[in-house]
């Protein structure tokens, strides 16, 4: 059900309107609730790309997942996103490259290499892995 979860991701966004408790006196308690929204905004965000993913409306995420991965660079999901969408609009290329971007990120920000399921992905785009492709509406 992609159609009705992206529609409640979507309400759900339109419900964030800036950064939470912005000029508001910090604390632990605000700083630990501020920190808990913009987690969930983020979880939204990739559930989000990840209906419209497999509704097939994967070139419609491409400009924001370039720009979250801008934002959070650390956040390998949003790679794994990246990769699969850009695969699927047929730039297999790029799809490498923003592997390469995050192997390299991560190994200069933390010294580790990426994530089994983002080194798995990228070894399905070198192979052309079949079950990249979306199945087809039946």
Known sequence: RHEAALEAF???L?????????????????SSFATWVEAERLDCLELSVESRTALGRH???????????????????FYRQLMLVLYRAERQAEALRVYR????VLRAELGLEPCRSL??????????DRLLDLPLAG
Do not use: F
């Open 10 to 12: 979507e309400l759900a």
């Open 14 to 30: 339109l419900l964030i309107r800036g950064p939470v408790l912005d000029g508001v006196a910090e604390g632990p308690a605000l």
């Open 59 to 77: 070139r419609e995420v491409i400009s924001l997942l370039d720009g979250l991965i801008t934002q959070y660079p650390l956040r390998e999901s």
């Open 101 to 104: 971007r995050a192997q390299q």
């Open 119 to 128: 080194r798995r992905l990228h070894q399905a785009i070198l192979t052309s």
